[in-house]
């Protein structure tokens, strides 16, 4: 049975960076794709950053284009997300996703699509940008 677990989040000041990971198991790394999500109070979910485990690609939302990467490990069956000039509107818990192949047609569609039933979830780690 897949499953998620999310690590690497905390308190970091504006300006700060943090790395993210998303340690996978019970899968076959080349049958998925993985994504960072993230949901703040009062927002909408929002998708960060995905990722093709199989061949590596991925996909940004404008929003953070530029200031997260996301990047994979398959020996590792890990992901993680390089968040730079994090800014107090980042505040949020961030949770990593994984789709089987054919669950989401392309990794753009992936983030796009918030929510998606089929989707495995990790727990969620906070972020939270403060002075």
């Known amino acids: 049975q897949l499953q998620l677990v999310e690590s690497g989040g905390g308190l970091v000041q504006p300006g700060g960076s943090l790395r993210l990971s998303c340690v996978a198991s019970g899968f076959t790394p080349d049958n998925y794709a993985i994504g960072w999500f993230r949901k703040a109070p009062g927002k909408e979910r929002e998708g960060l950053s995905c990722?093709?485990?199989?061949?590596?690609?991925?996909y940004y939302p404008d929003s953070v284009k530029g200031r997260f990467t996301i990047s994979r490990d398959n020996a590792k069956n890990t992901v993680y997300l390089q968040m730079n000039s994090l800014k107090p509107e980042d505040t949020a818990t961030y949770y990593c996703?994984?789709?089987?192949?054919?669950?989401?047609?392309?990794?753009?569609?992936?983030?796009?699509?918030?929510?998606?039933?089929?989707?495995?979830w990790g727990q969620g780690t906070q972020v939270t940008v403060s002075s």
């Open positions: 990722i093709s485990m199989r061949d590596g690609n991925t």
């Open positions: 996703a994984a789709d089987k192949r054919g669950l989401s047609t392309t990794v753009q569609a992936m983030c796009v699509m918030t929510y998606k039933l089929g989707r495995t």
